[in-house]
């Protein structure tokens, strides 16, 4: 996943109008030039964070599975920015022409124009609009920079009791028994005949439901969570997402009171 700047007219902080990439290695914003004008802009005054994807390595080992992959990697990073700004932001998602002419870029079906520049292909998938400043909360930072999935070896100590119902379900249709080890498990289906317009929205919220309820279970420190996905379809439903789950404390269970507040 990449993520741009598109700093409109009214410029960022000392940034001039332009499209940005931001090295995640580097931690560095590099500038980026139009495709069909050298000089060209965006045509906007809102500066806006655009998260895109490179289809060609996941698409080449999971063929027509790798789609839901794209999708969780930048509802995850979407619901992230949402979750660490203390304003509220506006989102939308793609794929889509108004995502590709904020980056100015070609579709990554049309891959020899990317290849010419010595580019891999990219999906722009998000975008957030951010405001003319913005406040990230720190309690949240540190709990976002803290965060890691419990590893499957503490899933599956606790296998020898008995699992969560769905938790039965979920290893079953993913071929991952260490599931069985969670202490509570999320899930989220939609009806497998469902139009593909619908299953492309189901897979939207099910990524950003879960990764809001697994930023804010660090937050609390009441959950530690592990997503769960290539869940196959059952009984005429697709689990397009599951998040399993241990306490923070590594033993027992919360009460109800507890559950809904996570």
Partial sequence: ?????????????????????????????????????ERSRPATAQTTLVLTVQPGRSFGR?????????????????????????ERLRTSTGPGPRLRALLGVPRAACAQPWLNRGLVPEIPLAAVELPPSW??????????????????????????RRPDPRAVEVARLSGQAWVLGAD????????????????????????????????????SGRWRSRPVSGIAAGHGRWITHALAMLPSNGHGHTNDAQEAAA
């Fill in 1 to 37: 996943m990449h993520s741009h700047l598109v700093v409109g007219s009214a410029g960022l902080d000392g940034l001039d109008p332009g499209r940005y990439l931001f090295d995640h290695e580097s931690g560095n914003l590099l500038r980026r030039v139009g495709w069909d004008n």
């Fill in 62 to 86: 999971y063929r027509h599975r790798a789609w839901p992959l794209w999708i969780a990697d930048v509802a995850y990073a979407q619901t992230a920015v949402e979750f660490l700004v203390t």
């Fill in 135 to 160: 406040t990230v909360d720190v309690g949240r930072s540190h709990a976002l920079a803290t965060r890691r999935s419990p590893a499957l070896s503490e899933f599956e100590q606790a296998t020898g």
């Fill in 184 to 219: 509570r498990v999320e899930t989220w289906s939609v009806p497998a005949q469902a139009p593909a317009r619908d299953i492309a929205e189901a897979v939207w919220q099910a990524h950003r439901r879960a990764a809001s309820l697994c930023y804010e279970g660090v937050l």
